[in-house]
């Protein structure tokens, strides 16, 4: 089983999302309880999500996400990266309106809480027991990470 978070939708996967549509799987992206069992998902797919988790409950939100991988499954995680986005603002490669647009989201309705970076997500999942397969930054905006649960 394959389990993809946010607003795209994958063929092939469960597609998680609050609103209804088509190959839409309604739920919680921040508690896959009610969606899988633990130890059952090959891959979890979180792109543009994690931003709308905040500090205070990021690591039971992460945590939740590894009870869903099997041994040897594997997720990744892409979302801005709040050092990239203070490089882009220190050297003004951008407005202040896209910062704060890739920062907060486009709408009261949909409000980013947090803000995170590369280093943070990959001190996070090693805590967790995961293994890092892959780390990158994706544009001049994103990171992504890619680990494999061992244990």
């Not at 994706?138 to 992504?144: A, D, E, Y």
Request: proline share 2%; glycine share 12%.
């Amino acid at each position: 089983m394959r389990i993809n978070l946010g607003t795209d939708t994958r063929q092939g996967y469960i597609n998680v999302g609050k609103t209804p549509g088509p190959n839409i799987t309604l739920g919680d992206f921040k508690n896959l309880t009610g969606i899988t069992q633990d130890g059952t998902a090959e891959e979890l797919v979180a792109i543009d999500v994690v931003q709308y988790i905040d500090h205070a409950n990021l690591l039971g939100v992460l945590s939740n996400w590894v009870s869903k991988l099997s041994k040897g499954g594997e997720i990744y995680i892409q979302a801005p990266d709040s050092s990239l986005l203070g490089t882009i603002m220190q050297y003004e490669q951008t407005t202040v309106e896209q910062i704060n647009k890739l920062i907060f989201g486009d709408s009261e309705k949909n409000r980013a809480v947090g803000i995170y970076n590369l280093t943070g997500f990959d001190t996070l999942l090693r805590n967790l027991g995961m293994e890092i397969i892959s780390k990158t930054y994706v544009g001049q905006t994103h990171f992504g990470i890619r680990a494999r649960k061992s244990v």
